[in-house]
């Protein structure tokens, strides 16, 4: 059974800090993905990640993928308070459509 | 842009009725899902489909059923509502693809009294 784990789960940090969520999977995959849900909405698709090694930027995020390790990294420079949201990755399983969610980063940056 | 609309953002429904939940995406999307988001328990997928008129039992179907009789139409069912039903619920339609990532409704939120 593909399992998805992220931690940590609550992080508070002050802003122009840098930080990283991580994304531990249980099972093969190359394809994951991260997205961004702001309080009271929908989720934001903001990376795909297609193969070992990928790595994606897109202003102060950056997401990478190492499949070997079963892990995702996504990395936070120099936070600023629009960033606060709540981050999830997935993982899609090999055999069919469905993807697999971890629970959730919740991230506050304080001014 | 990608389009996926919720019919309703907030419902409240009593016990015991019937409630549809309807989805409408744009893009000609082949697959659609529903989820449902209760805090502490991230995304827990309810049905999928990958084409008009085909579906498939996600991890939690009980208690939900699902109807996609054309392409840009996915409804969510509660046959019998009850106040367990209580959650966000969240629309997402993609491409048939391994690669391609979802694209979700805004949700709707509905409160089962």
């Known amino acids: 059974e593909l399992k998805v784990e992220q931690n940590p789960l609550f992080l508070s940090m002050q802003e122009e800090k840098n930080y990283t969520i991580y994304c531990n999977y249980s099972?093969?995959?190359?394809?994951l993905y991260w997205y961004r849900q702001d309080p009271g909405k929908s989720l934001e698709s903001l990376f795909v990640l297609l193969s070992n090694g990928a790595v994606k930027q897109e202003g102060r995020l950056m997401a990478s993928l190492d499949t070997k390790a079963r892990l995702s990294t996504l990395h936070i420079t120099a936070a600023v308070h629009d960033l606060s949201a709540t981050y999830f990755c997935a993982v899609e399983a090999n055999s069919n459509y469905q993807l697999i969610w971890g629970a959730g980063t919740k991230l506050i940056i304080k001014p | 842009d990608v389009k996926v609309t919720q019919s309703s953002r907030y419902l409240v429904k009593r016990t015991g009725e019937k409630v549809f939940l309807e989805c409408v995406q744009d893009?000609?999307?082949?697959?659609m899902f529903w989820y449902r988001q209760d805090p502490g328990l991230g995304l827990r997928l309810i049905y999928f489909?990958?084409?008009?008129?085909?579906?498939e039992k996600g991890d939690i179907p009980e208690g939900y059923s699902v109807s996609r009789e054309k392409k840009e139409r996915f409804s969510l069912i509660l046959e019998s509502a009850s106040t367990n039903q209580t959650s966000m619920y969240l629309c997402?339609?993609?491409?048939?693809?391994?690669?391609?990532?979802?694209?979700f409704g805004n949700g709707t939120r509905l409160t089962v009294t």
């Open positions: 099972t093969t995959s190359d394809r």
């Open positions: 489909s990958y084409d008009v008129k085909m579906k």
């Open positions: 893009m000609d999307h082949e697959n």
């Open positions: 997402a339609s993609r491409v048939s693809s391994y690669n391609s990532p979802l694209h």
